[in-house]
């Protein structure tokens, strides 16, 4: 257990919809990273925050945004969703502010039907 | 931003020194490789970092070379419970000032034969 939860596990939806994923890092991590885990795409970065603001900015579509709030979780939220958005996502949290070790949460599998 | 390439696959027998090399010829100044680990639906596990050299932990080791255009991760004497998808991620691991990316390569799928 690496510390790291994220709900929900599971999520299915239609396309077009939108959806929220929510990552709450370990005690005394201030950053947050998200990853999209696909299977042609491999392991690909998103987005990461720190303490509150956006440290680092990856291959994040417009259509995807996240945040992250004073008691430091964060949230990813997918819109007008399509079926090349499924995918395993995962939040990762680290100590510092740049890229040392990151500890991953277990992953939200999203299937867009 | 450095690209990286990784053997998709290899297979080793059990007791056997594994070497997995990554290359990453656009590696910037600033940037640090690092190797995690990933099991079949969990999420990737840490497993060391580097700049330049060498670096050793209780796992694995890490070589670099003065280039630093590619790394290899060497695992000694694996065991049936080290098969799994072994990534290299390069990125900058310091604070300083601007945004920036980290950019994993698509795994290699490690499978430890008895």
């Known amino acids: 257990d690496s510390g790291v939860t994220q709900t929900p596990k599971h999520l299915i939806t239609a396309t077009g919809q939108r959806v929220t994923l929510r990552c709450s890092p370990r005690s005394g991590d201030l950053s947050v990273y998200w990853y999209q885990q696909s299977l042609d795409q491999g392991l690909q970065f998103l987005i990461q925050y720190y303490n509150g603001e956006e440290r680092a900015k990856g291959n994040i579509l417009e259509r995807f945004s996240a945040q992250q709030f004073p008691d430091l979780h964060s949230e990813l939220n997918l819109s007008s969703l399509e079926l090349g958005d499924s995918a395993l996502y995962f939040c990762?949290?680290?100590?510092?502010?740049?890229?040392?070790?990151?500890?991953f949460g277990p992953g939200t599998r999203l299937t867009v039907l | 931003l450095a690209k990286t390439t990784q053997p998709i696959s290899m297979d080793s027998y059990e007791g056997q020194e594994v070497n997995i090399t990554c290359s990453h010829n656009n590696i910037a100044t600033n940037d640090y490789i690092t190797w995690y680990q990933q099991f079949p639906s969990q999420g990737p596990r840490f497993i060391i970092q580097?700049?330049?050299t060498k670096v050793t932990n209780e796992v694995a080791s890490l070589f670099i070379p003065a280039d630093r255009k590619s790394s290899t991760l060497s695992l000694p004497r694996v065991s049936l419970s080290d098969t799994a998808v072994y990534y290299c991620l390069v990125g900058p691991a310091y604070s300083g000032a601007g945004s920036y990316q980290l950019t994993f390569g698509k795994g290699t799928k490690l499978s430890v034969i008895p």
């Open positions: 990762a949290s680290s100590v510092g502010r740049a890229n040392n070790e990151q500890f």
């Open positions: 580097g700049y330049k």
